[in-house]
């Protein structure tokens, strides 16, 4: 019998420790090679994007090679409030930044570091500021009738159960690398003896990465590795534990186009600060493997991960997402009907699609059909999360699961929040299919459960430490 | 349990008869000890003749177990008998054997295997998907066994496998072969104490035991 591994987990206070720990991680480099990388330029304007990520074509569709390590830290500030203090913050953590960015290429082969910021922090340390320079969602503020900011407090969506936790978090750090090292160096940099800016109150981390050569996939392998049930059913070369391919490059948001200021839905203010800047979704989703694939054959998959009735070969994992491929709300509406059943993907289309050509500020034109979420999603084996400062409330469990940390940039909140109600069911247009929540016409819905939430602003680069604080009186 | 939400209402066959669902059904019974019979050339003798009467009333062979995963064994008037049922129409039966663990309100473990066949036919029956919403229910017509993820010679059988399966074999793992001109199956459900690879491991195990039953003035038994 294969024995279970068991993942180091550090417990209360021991945050620091647990940032470097690879855990069962460290699996991901003796499991796979780093993928080649292109080379690239220098830092970005924005902090979210990252440069030399390879594009291979699988099953004939473009599919993007995500970076193979990630890892989350939340944290509450430890900053004295007030002008001084936070001025000197800003400056420590805007340094240590900077030595990061001359150390590392920001791509998958150095490290992507991407800095995000909570409500909380916006109300309880630069409120006045935040007053005059947070934009204003100008599509939400339309539709709704009172005034919405790009970044609003996460809420549970209907098919989340009412468990869920919407956190409240002041900071959330992404890093992204090829390296395990570079990942653990990066989180040791940022926070590692900071004790004066940060309580670090989670660690996330996993991996992505498909059997696109053919070889079994880094998913599969880490989950045969870990124990977890239903891990031998999972497809050879999966990118996801799910089975299928979601990194193909139609279906993911092209450079800049979630930037809060590209598809002209915000109003920036007339600073500009947040320009080059983007909204973050922080999730964290269980999968039930077993339930999956032991109640849904190949063709049900197909039809509930994309659309009903999608004619593919047996055993197919990428499935294309060009604009050709897009849903619209009717066609929903009439899957619903017909089948009583909705595709992921497809559900998400009309509301994550543009409906129309669309000439970003840069000049860049965006076809209709264009994605405009850019996912940074990677699976996990934590169970929630790979270290918690209050592990009773998170709920965490020695034993590792099969899970995402979901990760995605929309140019507001708003604009994820349309996608996610999308996919249980309420359209764009205002029409609510009538689902039971986490029904089995929702596909992979009934599989997966949300355990956290939290939305985040990711500034510029040129803003991202302690944003606006600099500004207060 | 994980597979209550799941249920979709799927009918299988037997319209006629109450299957027990897999951990929803009848109690069974207790274990109180593993009863596990060495394989054997032939049906063990305490065992045989409730599959005598199988195969005599449906005229045709059928497979009886020689080996049973812990704690099941294969007497289908024992303590673990679930379901026995035969369909006059078609002559295809089932019979089935649970031992569920119960705790605090609920069934912690279970041990469930089906044994089906289907006389003078070697198509994969149709089982009915129902979608009920708001009053309005849609149905359709889907395989009682789908996912075929490999065909195995396993006991001088070629078994396909399966691992989407409907009714009281959902949630389980399923081999089905053919033998002159008709179809058998047995599955085990993937649930705890045993997990997919025990289940393929067990279902391996039962598959190279079985021994074939003649009906009652049939020539031979192999």
């Avoid at chain 1, 780093?34 to 979210?48: I, Y």
């Avoid at chain 1, 998959?301 to 659309?307: A, N, Q």
Wanted: contains cysteine; glycine residues 10%; neutral net charge.
């Amino acid at each position: 019998m294969r024995p279970a591994l068991t993942r180091r987990r550090l417990l209360g206070g021991a945050a620091a420790s647990a940032l470097a720990a690879a855990g069962v991680y460290e699996l991901v480099d003796r499991l796979t090679d780093s993928p080649v990388r292109p080379q690239v330029s220098g830092p970005l304007a924005e902090q979210h994007l990252l440069e030399g990520v390879q594009v291979v074509v699988d099953n004939g569709v473009e599919v993007l090679v995500p970076p193979l390590h990630h890892q989350v830290v939340t944290a509450r500030l430890a900053v004295d409030e007030g002008r001084s203090a936070l001025r000197e913050a800003k400056a420590e953590l805007e340094d240590v930044l900077r030595r990061l960015d001359e150390r590392f290429q920001p791509s998958p082969a150095g490290l992507g570091a991407t800095v995000a910021w909570g409500l909380p922090y916006f109300r309880r340390l630069v409120p006045g500021p935040a007053a005059r320079h947070l934009p204003v969602d100008r599509r939400a503020t339309a539709a709704r009738g009172k005034r919405v900011l790009v970044l609003e407090d996460a809420v549970r969506f209907p098919s989340d159960p009412a468990e869920t936790i919407l956190e409240q978090n002041d900071v959330a750090v992404l890093l992204r690398s090829d390296s395990l090292e570079h990942v653990a160096e990066g989180a040791r940099e940022l926070f590692d003896g900071r004790a004066d800016l940060f309580r670090v109150t989670s660690i996330r981390k996993g991996f992505a990465g498909g059997g696109f050569g053919g070889a079994r996939s880094l998913p599969k392998r880490m989950a045969m590795a870990a124990g977890i049930p239903g891990a031998d059913l999972i497809p050879e070369t999966a990118e996801l534990f799910l089975g299928f391919t979601s990194t193909q490059k139609a279906g993911l948001g092209p450079p800049r186009i979630a930037n809060v200021e590209t598809l002209g839905y915000s109003d920036l203010r007339p600073s500009a600060y947040f320009a080059r800047g983007t909204h973050m979704h922080l999730s964290h989703l269980t999968e039930d493997l077993e339930a999956w694939y032991l109640n849904f054959d190949h063709q049900e998959r197909v039809d509930t991960t994309f659309r009903p009735g999608l004619a593919v070969a047996a055993g197919t994992q990428t499935v294309a997402q060009d604009p050709d491929d897009v849903q619209s709300g009717a066609e929903v509406g009439k899957d619903y009907e017909r089948f009583r059943r909705i595709g992921h993907s497809g559900s998400i289309q009309p509301s994550s699609r543009l409906d129309d050509d669309v000439t970003g500020p840069d000049g860049t034109v965006y076809p209709r059909g264009t994605a405009v979420p850019h996912r940074a999603d990677f699976n996990t084996l934590d169970n929630p999360f790979f270290w918690s400062a209050d592990p009773v409330r998170d709920g965490l469990d020695e034993t590792p699961a099969a899970g995402v940390h979901f990760v995605v940039f929309n140019p507001t909140a708003d604009d994820f929040r349309r996608n996610r109600l999308a996919m249980d069911g309420v359209m764009p247009d205002g029409s609510v299919l009538p689902f039971e929540p986490r029904s089995r016409g929702q596909g992979f819905n009934e599989i997966l459960r949300t355990t956290h939430r939290q939305n985040f602003l990711v500034p510029p680069r040129a803003h991202r430490s302690f944003p606006l604080a600099e500004l207060l009186r | 349990m994980r597979r209550e939400g799941l249920t979709a209402g799927v009918a299988a066959g037997f319209a006629a008869i109450a299957l027990a669902g897999c951990g929803g059904g009848s109690d069974g019974a207790q274990a109180t000890a593993a009863s596990v019979v060495t394989a054997a050339a032939e049906c063990p003798r305490t065992w045989l003749a409730g599959w005598q009467r199988i195969a005599d009333r449906v005229g045709a062979p059928v497979y009886c177990p020689t080996w049973m995963p812990d704690p099941l064994d294969g007497k289908i008037d024992g303590d673990y008998r679930n379901v026995i049922a035969v369909d006059d129409r078609d002559r295809s039966y089932l019979v089935s054997f649970i031992w569920l663990d119960r705790d605090a309100g609920g069934v912690s473990s279970e041990v469930h295997v089906n044994f089906r066949g289907y006389p003078g036919s070697t198509r994969v029956p149709t089982c009915q998907e129902t979608h009920t919403v708001k009053g309005v229910t849609k149905r359709r017509p889907i395989p009682c066994f789908s996912d075929r993820r490999a065909t195995r010679r396993v006991g001088g059988l070629d078994v396909d496998v399966y691992t989407v399966n409907q009714g009281i074999d959902q949630w389980h793992v399923l081999y089905a072969w053919r033998r002159d001109g008709s179809l058998y199956t047995v599955s085990e459900h993937v649930a705890p104490p045993y997990g997919f690879g025990r289940v393929v491991s067990n279902l391996n195990r039962m598959v190279r035991g079985l021994v074939l039953v003649e009906p009652a003035g049939a020539a031979g038994s192999g």
